[in-house]
């Protein structure tokens, strides 16, 4: 990072310098690579920090909020949904007996 300063502030003063560029145009310059190397940082700065939660085993607060509202809406078709309201009859299940054998006992 420090060598791509350098090196685009040598190219900008040698233009500048020689009459190439202005120092308004120099500056704007400067400027538009300032911006695009913090949006480079910053793009990977949250990528790191994205692998690093996920591995920990994090939520985001918007993967929370959207469970949230799923939630809320699943409560809200039990509720109104027919099938609630309706009490389900469901038969005993059928129980096997053990079969009893009988133990002779040797004396």
């Known amino acids: 990072m420090a060598n791509d300063l350098l090196s685009a502030l040598r190219t900008y003063l040698t233009k500048l310098s020689s009459g190439e560029k202005s120092p308004q145009e120099v ?3 400067l400027n538009h690579w300032a911006k695009e190397s913090g949006e480079a940082i910053k793009a990977r700065v949250e990528e790191e920090v994205k692998t690093s939660v996920k591995k920990m085993g ?14 809320e809406l699943l409560k809200t078709r ?12 469901r038969k ?3 129980k ?8 002779s006992k040797k004396k």
Not at 58 to 71: P, S, T, Y
Not at 96 to 103: F, L, N, R, W
Request: hydrophobic share 40%; proline share 8%; charged share 30%.
């Open 92 to 94: 005993a299940p059928v």
């Open 96 to 103: 096997k007996s053990a079969t009893k054998k009988s133990v």
């Open 78 to 89: 039990l509720v109104t949904s027919p099938r609630a309201t309706k009490p389900v009859k």
């Open 58 to 71: 994090f939520a985001k607060q918007e993967d929370l909020d959207r469970l949230a509202r799923e939630v």
């Open 27 to 29: 500056a704007a310059a």
